[in-house]
Structures are given as C-alpha cells and as structure tokens.
C-alpha cells in the first residue's frame, strides 16, 4: 500500500497535465501578441498593409515588455527578491507555467535549502514539492491551514506557502543537564537525559503482510505540533525537537522540587526509588497523554545521573540538624513547663484539701454546741485566723527561699575570672 503522490502513473499523468497548460498559455499569448496589432491596424488604417502592420506589431511587443518588466520590478521590491532576474522567473512560471520551482523534502529539511532564495519560501506557490519517504510538509494560505502533504509529488497553487517541515522519522534527543531544587532547599541536577520519540500516528500495513510498510503520523497530531507549540523565554516558537525537549526536562524537574534530598539519595527500604518513579511517570498514561495531546509519541526516556554538591549538602544537613534538635527542645521544655505547672495545680488543689480537713477535725475536736451561738462564732474565728496565718507563713518562706535562690544563681552569673 502506496501513497497516491509514488504512484508512477499519476505522476506521468501529472506531468501531461502540466505540459497541456504550458502549451495553452502560450497559445494564448501569442494570439494576444499578433492579433492585438492586426486588429489595432485594420481599425486605424484600412486596408492594412505589412509596414503598418510591423509598426502595430512592434508597439504592441514593447507596450507588453514594459508591462512585465514593471511587474518583474514591482514583485522584487514587495518580496526583497535580490535579483531581477529571479522576479522574472516567477512570472514566467507564474503566467506560462515555464520552469516551474520545484523543492525536494527530505530528511526534514527542503533541497535547495530554505536560506537560499527561492521563490516557493519567499513568495509561494505556484510550484511541486517531492516530498521523499518519512517526510511531510504543512502548507497554509495567506489566510488559513490548507493542507497537510505526506510523501509524493504535491503541486502547489497560487498563494500556498509551506509553514513547516516535518521528519516523521524516530528522533533521538538528549538533555546535558535538568536543574532543580529538592523540597529541602538543596540544588540538585539530573545530567545525560536520553529519549526517544516520533509525530504521534500509525504504522501502515500491507494487507497480506504483518511486517509495517510506512510509518503515517496523524493530522490533528500535526497541526498541534505546527500551531499549538508554546514559546520560549525569548518570546520565539522553538522548533518541535526543542519542545518535546522542554516538556521531557519539565517532568523531571517538577518530580524532583517535589522530592526530599535524602528520599532521592538513600530511600527506605520498604519504598519505591524514588528515580525508578520518575522514570514509571513517561510510561504512565497521564503523561503519554500529555505527550500525545502535543502530537507526540514518547518511545523511551533514560533517566541519567542525579548529581548533587556534597559541599551543600553537608551544609544543608547541620543546619536542618540544628533545626530538629532546636525543635525537640522546645518541645521538652514545652512538656517541663506544662508539668510543673500540673504539679502546682495538684499540689494547690491537695492544699486547699488538707486546710478543709483540717478545719473539719479543729471543729470535732472542740466539740462545738450548735445550741451556744457565740462559742461556735468565736471558735470559728479563731480557727480561721489561726490557718490563714499558717498559710501566709507557709507562702512568704516559699517567696524567701525563691529570692534566695535567685539572687544566688545571679551572684554566680556575675563572676569573673580573677587576673
């Protein structure tokens, strides 16, 4: 199974097609040429005679020189064409089909190169590409996408202008360096990324045979690599090799900001590499679908060498060090302050006990009388001041002792070495 552009008699076919035109237009032309003069000369001066004739015939040729050099002249300035030559050329291909450009696709790239002036780049069609085996091209109007041409021999019309060339051939791209910084702040980089990949499509198979013949990218895929492509920093579209590029490097640079240090270095054990996850991510089907989405097909990606500054890095692990064991000393002193803080509750609540049962057995042991009012007023005043003062008591020579201790631990702080 062919494509229709190799097929030997379409292409014939083509070429006959082609030469008919070539052939009507300067049909056309040259009764223009010499019947424009004779009629100019029956209509001036009846009957025409040769010289008359000859005169009509000559003015007739200059007034169509003019005209097409006029054109030749306008076409060199509009396009910048560099000589006047080349503009000639195109109008003669342009109005007799003569020497139409022809451009040859393949590897990715036109033959003559697209540096080079030639009139299918800077102006347009008309004119033939022969687009070889694993390539295609995109053209467009001045005014929208027109089509997509795979291998074969494609004509161009008026005002078609190629956008872009494409290898539907498998690329290998590869990536020196990816730098990241890890979840704990330390730099890091992957370097020596290799991958694989293709415009997303399908292999074309013969019907009686299971071996591929052509390899068919589709169209949607295409348009979505030509259009749909992202800019870079500098405000260009890169070319499609450069973006699948970009995206490749962005998933690894996103898995490893979202990764600790030591999880990508020393794992445990009962866990997945955290680099053997990275490299599931270009297999899995969310990123396949991204992949495809940009009109691509990812057939393989190496993870290369995770490099990290050791110099950092042991810098970065005192300080995280320093900042966990800052931590866990709060957290005792957290636990000790509300401890003691317990411990004086309890010890409050248990003393607030004790002075009631205390006051309950000073009542007992009295033997108050309910029935004598004042002796019970009077013992119940007595009882009272007696605990408050032991309770002050108890409470100032705590105070004293603190202050002791106080002014002791500060009398320690402000000595000096004696010289």
């Known amino acids: 199974m062919k494509p229709a552009g190799q097929n030997p008699l379409y292409i ?12 009507g237009r300067v049909i056309f032309f ?9 009629l100019f000369a029956l209509l001036l001066s009846p009957p025409a005679n040769v010289v008359v004739y000859a005169k009509h015939f000559v003015l007739s040729v200059l007034v169509w020189a003019a005209a097409f050099h006029a054109a030749a002249r306008y076409l060199k300035e509009i396009y910048e064409i560099p000589r006047l030559q080349d503009a000639v050329k195109y109008l003669l291909s342009v109005c007799f089909g003569i020497k139409i450009p022809v451009v040859e696709i393949r590897e990715g790239a036109p033959f003559p190169a697209a540096g080079e002036f030639h009139p299918i780049f800077q102006i347009g069609g008309p004119g033939v590409l022969e687009v070889k085996r694993d390539n295609l091209v995109v053209v467009e109007t001045l005014r929208a996408h027109k089509n997509v041409f795979f291998a074969g ?11 872009d060339i494409l290898s539907t051939e498998e690329q290998f791209g590869e990536i ?41 990218p589709s169209k949607r895929a295409v348009i979505h690599l030509v259009y749909l492509r992202a800019a870079n920093k500098e405000g260009k579209i890169p070319p499609w090799t450069e973006a699948v590029s970009g995206k490749v490097g962005g998933i690894i640079r996103e898995h490893i900001n979202n990764s600790f240090l030591e999880d990508l270095i020393a794992p445990r054990g ?150």
């Not at 040259?30 to 004779?38: G, I, R």
């Open 176 to 216: 020196a360096e990816v730098k990241a910084t890890t979840l704990d702040g330390i730099a890091a980089a992957v370097k020596g990324v290799q991958f694989r990949y293709r415009v997303d499509g399908s292999f074309q198979y013969d019907k009686d045979s299971t071996q591929p013949v052509f390899y068919k």
């Open 30 to 38: 040259a009764l223009c040429l010499f019947a424009l003069p004779l």
């Open 270 to 419: 009962s866990e997945e590499h955290p680099l053997e996850r990275l490299r599931a991510k270009f297999v899995s089907l969310e990123e396949q679908k991204k992949f495809k989405e940009m009109g691509v097909r990812l057939s393989f990606c190496s993870i290369g060498e995770l490099v990290v500054p050791i110099a950092e890095v042991d810098k970065e692990h005192l300080k995280m060090w320093f900042v966990r064991q800052a931590g866990v000393r709060k957290v005792i002193h957290a636990q000790g302050d509300a401890e003691s803080f317990a411990s004086q509750e309890r010890g409050r609540t248990e003393g607030q006990a004790m002075l009631l049962k205390s006051v309950a057995h000073a009542l007992q042991e009295l033997g108050v009388d309910g029935k004598d009012a004042a002796t019970v007023r009077k013992n119940l005043r007595n009882i009272l001041l007696t605990r408050t003062a032991q309770i002050l008591e108890a409470r100032t020579s705590l105070y004293r002792t603190r202050d002791e201790e106080e002014l002791k631990n500060e009398h320690k702080g402000n000595l000096r070495p004696v010289d």
């Open 12 to 23: 014939l076919f083509d070429s006959f097609v082609n030469s008919l035109s070539v052939v």
């Open 153 to 163: 021999r494609h004509r161009l019309s008026r005002f078609d202008l190629i956008k």
